[in-house]
């Protein structure tokens, strides 16, 4: 019985830090008033990241959403620039004294 208690509290445990490492918080910003259906094509202004990796993903998966809404990527210049920031905060709990 005392086993199943703990298993039972692992088990919770484990869903309750899932849950909250899972979490993340995605912020965007733009003209609500724009009209994007009159653009055509885009380019990459800047992408920030800690990890370099990062950067090719980010790129990779905006390459394709757009490319699907029909959008073509230039060097420079593109009706749009893109512009990618990405941050984290992780917080550590303090050992006791």
């Known amino acids: 019985m005392k086993l199943q208690r703990v298993v039972f509290a692992l088990i919770g445990m484990m869903f ?4 909250k490492s899972s979490a993340q918080q995605v912020k965007t910003d733009y003209d609500r008033s724009a009209d994007f259906g009159q653009y055509k094509t885009y380019s990459w202004e800047h992408v920030k990241t800690k990890e370099p990796l990062d ?3 980010i790129k990779n998966a905006v390459n394709a959403a757009l490319a699907a809404k029909g959008w073509t990527q230039v060097d420079s210049g593109g ?6 920031h990405w941050s984290s905060i992780c917080s550590m709990p303090r050992p006791s004294n």
């Open 79 to 84: 009706d749009v620039s893109i512009v990618a």
């Open 55 to 57: 950067v090719d993903r």
């Open 16 to 19: 309750l830090f899932a849950g």
